[in-house]
């Protein structure tokens, strides 16, 4: 059985590639600092493929730490680096602690994996790096363009990183997916998102409005060049994303990638509103929607949605879960955690 490591895999999309990797039959082992996660996760893991996989808590930002781990599991063949922090707003705020965790974790990672002689890594890459396209939908060959936050920056200077370590460690494949809005959890409800404090991203925020533990879902802006004025984005189920994962391992492992460092775009190809979304999500699930349209939020984009072509022909990966069924879920987990609370 071949061994994956999974950096951040107590986190939200970590979690739910665990499930699709075991699934698909590979051994899974975690590392995670837990600093926006917790260790209950791994029995929702258990509970939907019934193997707990192997945890270990490392901060991978921390050069000993990960050499001392790499060293301990040398039969590794393929990392997935999902570990970083993730919050906008809060990247504005503690620019250097972003830099600080997200460029180390990787460098210690690739640095780890060239030591020990293990080839092929997948990473969490975003459309953040394109910013607002002048061209839509988003190609891989789109320009990138300068990021608005500390966190979008990150992300395009890992992307950087890759490229240039590719250009000379021939014998490492390195694999960046562009991920577009991951919402939705597992159908099980035995995982999801666990947001921290006030969501700021829109269906966290939306559900706990409806589970009535925020008063009103504030529509940012409704005088966007969209047609109902609402901002638009690519909304990708958290399980398609999951799976996106395990095709971009299985390309690497049985040598099919094209170059060694390769960049693909994960979304559904379809961009929603968030008026359309609200709708959606009120259709699936039955459930009313309280919300009101206030101003715009600073820095966001106007509209994003993915050109799939290069997944969906190079990957052979297509989204296939229905928005509604997407939404459905996300609702679901959203319940499921306030009888946890309870
Ligand atoms: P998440 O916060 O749920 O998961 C990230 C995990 O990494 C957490 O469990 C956290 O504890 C862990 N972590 C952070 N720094 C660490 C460190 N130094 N050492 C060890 N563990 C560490 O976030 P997520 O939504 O699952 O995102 C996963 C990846 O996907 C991240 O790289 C994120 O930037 C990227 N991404 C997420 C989105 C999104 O909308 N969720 C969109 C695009 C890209
Ligand atoms: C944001 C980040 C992006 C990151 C992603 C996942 C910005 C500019 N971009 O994307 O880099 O990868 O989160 O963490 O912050 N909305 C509302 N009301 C709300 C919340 C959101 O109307 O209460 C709207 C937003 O204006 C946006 C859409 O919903 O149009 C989606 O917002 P969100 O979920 O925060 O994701 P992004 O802003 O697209």
């Not at 893991?45 to 060293?71: C, N, W």
């Not at 969209?226 to 638009?232: K, L, N, R």
């Not at 559904?268 to 939020?297: C, D, H, M, P, W």
Request: glycine residues 8%; contains cysteine.
């Amino acid at each position: 059985m071949k061994k994956i490591f999974v950096t951040g895999g107590t986190g939200y999309i970590g979690s739910h590639t665990v499930v699709e990797l075991q699934q698909s039959g590979f051994e899974v082992i975690i590392a995670d600092n837990l600093c926006n996660s917790n260790i209950g996760v791994l029995d929702g893991i258990e509970q939907i493929t019934g193997i707990r996989p192997a945890f270990e808590q490392i901060d991978l930002a921390d050069e000993k730490q990960t050499r001392d781990f790499f060293s301990r599991h040398r039969d590794v063949e393929a990392v997935i680096h999902f570990a970083a922090l993730k919050a906008v707003g809060e990247s504005v705020q503690k620019p250097l602690e972003y830099y600080r965790n997200n460029l180390n974790s990787l460098m210690n990672v690739i640095g780890c994996m060239r030591e020990y002689g293990i080839r092929n890594l997948v990473f969490s890459s975003s459309c953040t790096v394109y910013g607002q396209a002048d061209v839509l939908p988003v190609t891989e060959t789109t320009p990138r363009k300068q990021a608005e936050s500390p966190y979008g920056n990150t992300k395009a200077m890992c992307e950087d990183i890759m490229r240039d370590v590719a250009k000379v460690e021939k014998g490492m494949n390195l694999l960046a997916l562009r991920y577009f809005n991951p919402i939705g959890a597992h159908p099980s409800a035995c995982i999801g998102e666990l947001p921290n404090g006030v969501p700021n991203n829109l269906i966290p925020y939306l559900t706990q409005t409806v589970a009535g533990i925020r008063e009103q879902l504030s529509v940012f802006g409704d005088d966007y060049n969209t047609p109902d004025g609402s901002a638009i984005r690519d909304y990708i189920d958290v399980v398609d994303l999951a799976r996106a994962h395990v095709v971009a391992i299985r390309r690497l492992l049985e040598g099919k990638n094209k170059a060694n460092y390769e960049y693909f775009n994960i979304g559904t190809g379809r961009g929603v509103s968030v008026l359309e979304l609200i709708q959606a999500f009120e259709r699936a699930t039955g459930e009313k929607v309280n919300y009101r349209i206030t101003g715009r939020r600073a820095g966001d984009i106007e509209k994003v949605w993915a050109d799939t072509t290069l997944a969906n022909t190079e990957l052979g990966w297509k989204a296939v879960v229905p928005l509604e069924e997407t939404l459905a879920n996300a609702w679901r987990w959203q319940q499921h955690l306030g009888k946890m609370k309870k």
